[in-house]
């Protein structure tokens, strides 16, 4: 029997700094005092400092270690939790102290500027934060690279694990050659019908009121969560019990609000139903990025913008917005909230020119790492990318390189892992139609079939295993984009009548 | 020059560590889904472990006693600080960290059983934890004790310093001798006017507006805190810049969120107008619960019960429920908010019957403390005082016992502090009107001049003196009773016509 006990109470510390992370960062961004910004950063500061050096500490580092050896001898979930915990370590010692100190202080402060300069499209007042950002991302990739994991790389590695820039051009190879041609053909197509009934008033009081109920839809247990408002949409959860998510309304913009509460509960759902067995270890999250994503795009889109679940709630909706949606039929409404343009907004896209927003952004963070592009050129970049893609000029920063908040974190390297979860989505879509009719199971009002299947295939292993592994559980196989082209090419083929 | 590198970048972290306090049990109280409690007070523990060996270690108890030997080398703040902190460490050291932990494992855990107990008025279901409290509490006035200071007073002393059994002992005598004598008297005379207008319903929404104009009013700068929704209404603040309150609002009792609000808010005021130069300290704060006490019932009551500032803001708020106030005019509201009557409920007391309140649970906590009243026996005792004190047979134990927060959060000797306050604010009120016309300053539609005058006397000062150096800075005197009896007896007197 090998002696966890030092390893446990360690480990709870070490949590602790977690929860606290949590609570902070979902304070700051939700409801925290503007003008105690700057304290709030020099605390985060201090934290990260006392994380880090708790994270380092020789006795934790050796336990490790000692552990790392036997690990054949632990459970399997055990185990795969102290080879990433080795790794992880490994890291964390090549990266400098007061570099990644300074960088925490950075985000943090720099957090409301950025806020601000999306608010008023002002590039140059985030700029400086940007610059150090990146500064520190490349450092990264010197500090953390391996004989086989270089530059970019090193930064994809972190966000999903096993997926390389090669992959990725690969993956990005088959959307270009078969989706492409097919979006463009679709999104040259005149409107299919008049959707200006969207552009009216939804007062934010009853579309927050409709998302509650959407959440109930999808059974996701409000003792476990909460919704707030935030610049930009995000989940954030710290254990099975405790997973909370923000939304962001638009008074002229209804779809928007619902396709993001559908989002981020499917993000939700998945930490709420992972295992209790795993509550109170470092696996109680999810597996990677890209799973992740790919259970809130397999809510929002494969189910949340299908016939099947507007039939069923499209009433609701109705009765919410009765002056709004008095002439709009259900078929109206579906084929709005699946009408395909060219757009400048990642998160307001639609399903099928989302990827391209994201080959975009790929594409960009590659020359940035690279070196190719200077922080100066990357709004003009950016701007000549969404002509080349779109054919549309951006107007203003806020509606360009400014729009998404990941840069200003440091998360350079996110951004492709939401196209490779859209992906899987779709053949766990293909997977799950073999077990059950999934569009007839929404008759029943709720999506507790669909969460049952999920939970089983995917949402209880939480981070105990790698996503292939778990991937492999679910589909039997392994990833193949080719469900995700076809998935999309059908739906729209039907839709767009082409 | 003292050296004080290592003893500031240590003060940090233990600054980190409070503000970590701050956010969690903001988020404890306000929002965080309920079926987190027990995870979150498990974490809670570990952050206390964390906090008692940060705080309990040598090297930073070895600094302290250093400065200690050379405090009067040091400014005259620091050494306050340092005196202060001496004293809290010797104190520390003198609680088993086990029973430390504990106890905030304990609380953290019962306070949602608490709120539920409050709910169903059902005292059994929260007592095993009050039992385990009340045994903590027991244990530390033998911990703390002095030559001068045991039992009670060692309770007492934590909250409001210099202050024993045998000085409120005195400060309740004076009370009951003048003041119950006209309480009573007052009391039994028959209502002034007809009241019935204040059951009727007042939206939530538009009462959470009136409260934000009257922060407005009160020149609270909204960028420096937030006003959210607690089962019982608090202020916390953890810097100058972020000072966030709670109200509870009842849709059949406007006055008392209204009451809420601005009590809440003079305590906001002065942590918010704490001087610059003392943030990043531990005396940030206020420098007592007595004084913090002081400042809120100095807003609630002497300005916020005062004829002059309804004069000015009545009209806004009749404008706010125009129905529900058609047809009360000022004189009458005046009378209704300043009505005396015998009740259950502490903080839905009138000005004049308040102190009673706090002389019941005064009584009970010696009782308790002394060993005298056993758990089981509380609500009992509580219920046999109102109706000796008040005439009322309490219903239930929501109205009774349950009532308050504090037990819950382990604080025995809180509830004097209130009564003193109050009594301070009186007779700042004497000394303010000295410099200027405090009910004519009203007339500007803002309290700038007043929170100016208070900032100048007490605010700035933060907890960097004693209570009782500020209040010689303030009054040019001591604290002195007989300011608050004469100035309840000449308001109520002219009111009821006595």
Chains 1, 2 share one sequence.
Not at 66 to 95: C, F, G, M, P
Not at 106 to 122: F, I, N, R, S
Not at 259 to 279: K, M, N, P, R, W
Not at 415 to 440: C, D, H, R, W
């Amino acid at each position: 029997m090998i002696d966890l006990t030092f390893y446990k109470e360690y480990r709870q510390k070490l949590l602790a700094l977690q929860y606290v992370g949590f609570v902070t960062s979902w304070d700051m961004q939700t409801e925290a005092p503007k003008d105690s910004a700057p304290m709030q950063a020099q605390m985060q500061g201090v934290l990260a400092e006392m994380e880090y050096k708790l994270t380092t500490d020789k006795a934790w580092q050796d336990e490790v270690e000692r552990l790392y050896k036997v690990r054949n001898k632990l459970d399997k979930a055990t185990r795969h939790e102290i080879v990433e915990l080795k790794k992880s370590i490994d890291n964390t010692l090549k990266i400098p102290m007061e570099e990644y100190v300074e960088i925490q202080r950075v985000t943090a402060e720099g957090y409301p500027v950025y806020v601000q300069a999306k608010q008023t499209g002002d590039f140059n007042l985030f700029k400086p934060y940007l610059e150090k950002i990146i500064e520190f991302s490349k450092k990264q990739t010197k500090w953390l690279e391996t004989e086989d994991k270089k530059g970019y790389d090193v930064l994809l590695d972190m966000y999903e694990p096993d997926y390389k820039q090669a992959d990725y051009d690969a993956f990005f190879d088959v959307l270009r050659e078969k989706l492409v041609p097919f979006v463009k053909k679709v999104a040259s197509l005149p409107k299919l019908e008049d959707y200006s009934f969207a552009n009216q008033q939804f007062p934010i009081e009853k579309q927050k009121e409709f998302c509650e109920y959407l959440r109930d839809v999808m059974c996701f247990d409000k003792n476990r969560g909460l919704m707030k408002e935030s610049e930009h949409p995000f989940t954030s959860g710290w254990c099975n019990k405790d997973v909370r998510i923000t939304n962001h309304y638009y008074l002229d913009n209804v779809a928007s609000g619902i396709f993001s509460c559908i989002h981020e509960t499917g993000h939700a759902t998945y930490e709420a139903q992972v295992d209790d067995g795993l509550q109170g270890t470092f696996m109680s999250g999810g597996a990677s990025l890209g799973l992740h994503e790919s259970q809130s795009r397999f809510y929002e889109n494969v189910i949340g913008r299908s016939y099947a679940f507007w039939k069923k709630h499209y009433p609701k909706l109705k009765k919410t917005f009765p002056k709004q949606l008095k002439d709009v039929s259900l078929d109206t409404f579906y084929k709005y909230i699946n009408s395909v343009e060219c757009s400048f907004i990642r998160v307001e896209a639609d399903e099928l020119t989302y990827p391209l927003h994201i080959m975009l952004r790929y594409q960009i963070e590659k020359e940035i790492i690279s070196g190719q592009l200077s922080v100066d050129d990357i709004p003009a970049r950016w701007n000549v990318l969404v002509e080349e893609y779109f054919g549309l000029k951006v107007p203003n920063d806020s509606l360009g390189v400014l729009q998404d908040v990941h840069w200003a974190y440091g998360n350079f390297g996110y951004f492709p892992t939401y196209a490779l979860g859209s992906a899987i989505a779709s053949q766990l879509y293909a997977e799950m139609s073999k077990s059950f009719n999934v569009e007839k199971s929404l008759k029943s009002g709720n999506t507790a079939k669909i969460n049952g299947w999920l939970k089983k295939k995917i949402h209880q292993y939480g981070s105990s295993k790698y996503p292939k592994e778990i991937i492999k559980i679910a589909t039997k196989g392994q990833f193949d984009p080719n469900y995700y082209v076809d998935y999309l090419i059908e739906k729209y083929s039907k839709i767009y009548n082409v």
